[in-house]
Structure formats: C-alpha cells, structure tokens
C-alpha cells in the first residue's frame, strides 16, 4: 500500500538508423514525435496515485500507457521525470526492489512449474518461511477460487484460470502497488465480463494501490477510482468516470469515453441578450446555466464550434422547428433500445431509444429510410473549439 | 480411409521398412562379427552368421576390454562427452538469450558469426588448430572441451536462438518482478523452459562427440596415454597389415551401445525439441 507519485515522467527512445530514415520520409504518419534525442514515446506525465487508489491508464494503441506502466514496474527506464513510490524515488531502483508486483496481457505464467509453484516462486526467492508461504498460497487461491488446480501446470488451465493464476501469484506477496497490463484482453467477452466483476471484488478484499492499463473504456469506467486518458504519449484529462464521461476536456476525450461514441457536429455558438446558445442547422439551442456560467467565466465570444451530444442523450420529435431532421440509415434492434444511424447535418448521427419509450407513431419513424426530427437538452450538449478540440468550458 | 490410402500406406510400410533394414544391417553384421573368431572374419565370410565352427562367444568383448587398455579409453570419452556437453548446453544457451534479447548490430553480427561457423570445415583448420592446442596446452581430455565448445557452438546457438524467439518476454520479466536478477532468471526460469531443446542439442553434441575421431586423435597427447574408444578401436590395426578384427568389431559394439541408450531415453525429447525450436508460437 503506497502513494505512486510520477513527475514530468518522460519516454524516449533513442533515434536508430531506421528511425531517421522514418523521420526523413514520413514524419507526419509517426505517432509520436521524433526529436533530436529520438522517438517520445511518453511526454511530461504527471500523475498522483493515492495509497489504496485504482488508477485506471485508458487509451488507443500506442498511446504510451503500456510503457508509463513498465516505467513504473522498472522494465523500461525513465528518460527523465521522477518516480515515487511511497516516497522514496525509484527510477534507478531494480523491479525486484520495488516491492510491486504486475500480471500481464499473456499471464506470463512459468510453464514448467505447477499452479502452487507459479504463486510459491516470488515467495520462496524473498525467504519467507515454509508455512508463512502455504498461508499466503492457500488463502490467494482462496480468494481467487483455484485451490482445485493448484497442483496443475498452467497448460492444463483455460485462459481465465490462468488469468487468476497469474493474479495469485502478484497478490501472494502484498505488493505496495499492483500493475495490471491489459490483464483481461485475451479473454473471451463473457469471460471478461466475468473477471471485471472478479477484480471489483478483488479490490475490496485486498486493500493495495492499483495501476490499470487497458483499451477498453468500459473496463476504465468500471473499474477505476480515477481515469486517466491518454493519447500520443499525453495525458488528455484525469478524473472519475462520472467527471470525464459528463465532463470531456477534449474532443478526443469525447469521442474514446461513451458508446456508441459521441456524435459531433460543426455548429455556432451565440450569444443573445448575454445568453449563449449553439445553432445547429438552424435550430437554437439554449445552453444550461452550468454551461452559460463557465463559458461567460471564460470570456467566450460567439465562434464557430465543434458541438457534442451523446447518442443515448438525443431524443426524437415531433416539432417540426424545433428538432433537427435527418434519414434513419439504419436501424439496429439492440433489445432494450434500438440504435439508429441517422444521415443529419451531413454526418452520421447515433441515436439510441429505449424501446419501453417508443410510441407506435415513433416505432414507424425508426425504420430505415424514414425522415425523422430530434432534438436535445442544453444542459447535455458540450461546446468545443473549433481549431484546438478543447472544451470551452475548461 | 479410402482403397486408394490403405495402398499407398501398405506401399510405404513395406519400403520404410526396407529401408529400416538396409540401415540397421552394418550394425547388425558388425554384432555378428564381433561373436565370431578372427580367422572366421574375411572378405569371403564377413556375412555369414556366425555358426559352430566360428563362434567365440564373449571371448572378443573380453579382449577388446582388457588389451588395449578400454577402461581408460571409454572413461577419457566419457569425460571429454560430458564435459563439452554440459558446456556447450551452459554457455550456447546463454548466449543465444544474449543474442535474442538484445538488439543491437553486435549481438545480430555475433549470431551470423555462429551461423558461419558451422560452414567451414573442420579439415580447413585442424593443422592450425592442432599446433594452437599444443602450445595452449588444450590437448588433455580435461582442457580439450574448450575446443569442442568453439566447434559444437555454431549449431547449438542456432537451434537455440530458434526456440528462445518463441518464449515470451514477458515471462522474464515476470520473473524480474519477482525478484529474480539476471542470473537467477536465466538459470531457475529461461533455462527450465528451454528443457526440450536442450535435450535435443545435448543428444545432437553427445552423438558427434562420443563418435569423434579425428579431433581427438589431432588434438590429445597421445604419449601421455589419452586416448578415446575412435582412437582405441584404430589400434586394432596391428603392424604389418594384421588386423584384431574380433576385438575390433566388438569394441564398435560397446562404443555404440552408450549412444543407442542415450538416444532411446531421450528421442521422445528430441522430436518435441526440434519441433519446438522449429516454428514461432
């Protein structure tokens, strides 16, 4: 149980011949910025862990959270920055002296030793006493529920067996920190489901810090304390899901946080007698007082916008001025809600109705092909710039 | 199965085990010969069974191991055997986990250097070799392995490189985090898994060197007594064009034996070793 505290942590990987020969050719298809020094891969980072915080590193494909990660574990080292695990700085200290312990995407179970073995190894290389070892080895599989396989070599487990072997043997040892790496990607979607809810239950039983990495924002959402959102090696916004799922920073916080994702739209901010309101093919759209607040705190003038709704925050109507219209594409019967793909302002527009809503009349307009109307509140519509993505009411 | 393929595999059991016999049958004829007399041992009668009037039961066994001194032979065989083995298993598997895990031009240049290695023949340095030997004074049974280590390398860090790409990085790196150095990873972790492969090159090495002759016999002082059972069995060649054929061929049969023992406990590894090394996955 510590505090993990990263400053200004950096990443870069020092330029080889095929990296110049990459900076000299196409520079712009790179996804991180290739300097003098090399290829950054992780930018500045600055991020407070609380002790006994699950911290949740969420981002697309090469994003640097992975090797913000191993950063942390000491399998990559830190171009420049500091790294503090229960206060005491830890970029030039060894990953057996950082009392961390951190399961993998592939389990990286050792294939020669049985299940008990796996989970005994950290324990007999610290010198814990025989009995001290059993303990701990029967009470993590107890947890876990594996006490059957223990005397299995871990060829003869299903890959969700293995994932909890593997969470076993990080958890035997009470580490400050335990890093989790992508753990449930290789798992099939029921068995992920499944392990999410694993993990949940495993935190409360455990009581350590956790840092999580993962692509999948619904395992962020439901796991983490906190969340952070990276992109091209820069963190994007940090907060609770609830803050970055209501509050996007950014256009591209947005769109990876939410699905279906949120759909976007090039409209006008206004102002009218002090009140801002977004035009949108016409249509006005009063903005909530929370969001009238923040934009006059920020001193922003009517401009062009990129606009944002949530897919499940849109509604249809019947109000011919009032709403937006566009052509239902296609209409997806999801079972709870019907997903419908909507030609309007010249884009794709995601609109989910909850079936239990749907009138008959309303029920005849979801259907592909069919003109429909929609509308949505002020209050959840999120007002970015134009140029930069920002929000404008950060 | 269809007419066609129960044909076709009678057609093929009947030629593999011809082919069986064809390559087992020198072995066969040399354990005839080594229960046969001397004299019954000629170009004319070299492929008879023995019978009455030719067998001499053990008596050839017995000679080969009391005359010319076999004890000592098969124990320097044994030595240099083992020796270069475990050596070359220790140090080539390091090696290639060097050469697979760090990628700098060094350690791609020192893999191809091995790779080279195995394409030079042996006969192209073996003078050079055998006087650089003398005067490094790596010509006992005790010393001579460092030799072998050179010439055994080449394929050993080929075939080990080959399984090692297949074993996943992260379980070295599992085992840093649990608290293994470099070493303890190499030895309690990387070394376990490379288990198949390392039987398969271990049986690779123990057959050529156990077999070896003209290494040996260039290299070892030979007035100091070292000697392997290659050499031993030439000595059966006497002066003036006789030839100990009964011992002779009785010695083949006891070099043979430890090989054909080694290669039964363990062949069940060696296919899982060379497929394993084979493909990435």
Request: charged share 20%; net charge positive; hydrophobic share 45%.
């Amino acid at each position: 149980m510590a505090e993990v505290v990263l400053k200004n942590i950096k990443k870069v990987y020092p330029n080889t011949e095929k990296s110049k020969k990459k900076k000299g050719n196409d520079e712009k298809k790179q996804k991180h910025k290739i300097t003098e020094e090399g290829e950054l891969a992780v930018k500045n980072i600055n991020l407070e862990i609380a002790d006994k915080e699950f911290i949740v590193l969420v981002g697309p494909s090469g994003c640097g959270k992975s090797t913000t990660l191993r950063m942390v574990a000491g399998l990559e080292e830190i171009s420049g920055g500091e790294l503090m695990i229960d206060g005491k700085k830890m970029n030039d200290v060894p990953p057996k002296d950082r009392d961390i312990a951190m399961v993998f995407q592939s389990y990286a179970l050792y294939p020669h030793m049985t299940v008990r073995e796996n989970m005994e190894f950290p324990l007999k290389l610290r010198k814990y006493s025989k009995e001290e070892i059993r303990k701990r080895v029967d009470q993590a599989a107890q947890i876990l529920g594996i006490e059957e396989y223990l005397n299995r070599k871990p060829k003869a487990l299903s890959g969700g067996q293995r994932q909890r072997v593997a969470i076993g043997r990080a958890i035997v040892r009470e580490p400050k920190v335990l890093l989790m790496d992508e753990p449930l990607s290789n798992l099939d979607a029921k068995l992920r489901n499944q392990m999410r809810a694993e993990i949940i239950k495993l935190r409360q039983r455990i009581n350590t810090t956790f840092l999580y990495v993962t692509h999948d924002q619904t395992e962020a959402m439901t796991l983490g304390d906190r969340i952070v959102i990276m992109k091209d090696g820069i963190i994007q916004q940090i907060g609770t899901p609830q803050e970055v799922f209501e509050h996007p920073a950014n256009l591209f916080v947005a769109g990876f946080i939410g699905m279906p994702q949120m759909n976007f739209y090039h409209a006008e901010l206004i102002k009218e007698n002090g009140t801002y309101m977004a035009a949108l093919e016409g249509v006005r759209i009063s903005l909530s007082e929370e969001k009238q607040k923040n934009l006059a705190e920020h001193g922003i003038s009517p401009c062009d916008i990129t606009l944002g709704v949530r897919p499940e925050h849109i509604t249809l109507s019947d109000d011919k001025e009032k709403s937006i219209h566009g052509i239902v594409d296609v209409s997806e019967m999801m079972g709870s809600a019907v997903h419908l793909h909507v030609n309007a302002c010249g884009r794709d527009t995601i609109i989910i109705v909850q079936t239990m809503d749907l009138s008959d009349e309303k029920r005849k307009m979801t259907v592909s092909g069919s003109t429909i109307g929609f509308t949505f509140s002020g209050s959840v519509a999120h007002i970015f710039d134009k140029e930069t993505g920002k929000n404008l009411e950060f | 199965m269809t007419q066609a393929n129960k044909i076709k595999d009678r057609v093929l059991t009947v030629v593999m085990t011809l082919l069986s016999l064809i390559w087992i049958y020198p072995i066969i004829m040399i354990f005839f010969n080594s229960l046969k007399k001397d004299t019954s041992i000629s170009t004319g009668t070299a492929f008879e069974l023995p019978n009455a009037e030719s067998f001499t039961g053990l008596s050839n066994y017995v000679d080969s191991i009391t005359a010319k001194g076999f004890p000592k032979a098969f124990w320097y065989s044994l030595v240099i055997t083992v020796m270069s083995v475990i050596l070359i298993l220790v140090c080539c598997s390091m090696c290639a986990w060097f050469i697979t895990r760090v990628h700098t031009w060094y350690s791609k240049a020192l893999y191809f250097l091995f790779v080279f290695s195995m394409v030079v023949p042996f006969q192209m340095l073996m003078f050079t070799l055998s006087a650089t030997a003398n005067r490094l004074q790596l010509d006992t049974p005790y010393t001579i392995c460092i030799i072998y280590l050179g010439f055994g390398a080449g394929l050993a860090v080929f075939m080990f490189c080959g399984f090692m790409k297949s074993v996943p990085i992260e379980i070295e790196e599992a085992a840093m985090i649990d608290g293994c150095g470099p070493v303890r990873t190499f030895f309690l972790v990387v070394m376990p898994i490379l288990k198949p492969t390392l039987i398969s090159v271990g049986i690779l090495e123990v057959m050529w060197l156990w077999n070896d002759y003209l290494l040996p016999y260039l290299v070892l002082d030979r007035t100091k007594g070292y000697m392997t059972i290659p050499i031993l069995i030439q000595y059966f060649r006497g002066s003036y064009g006789k030839v100990e054929m009964g011992p002779m061929m009785a010695s083949i049969m006891l070099n043979i034996i430890p090989i054909i023992i080694v290669y039964l406990v363990c062949q069940k590894h060696i296919i899982k070793g060379v497929a394993a090394g084979a493909v990435k996955g």
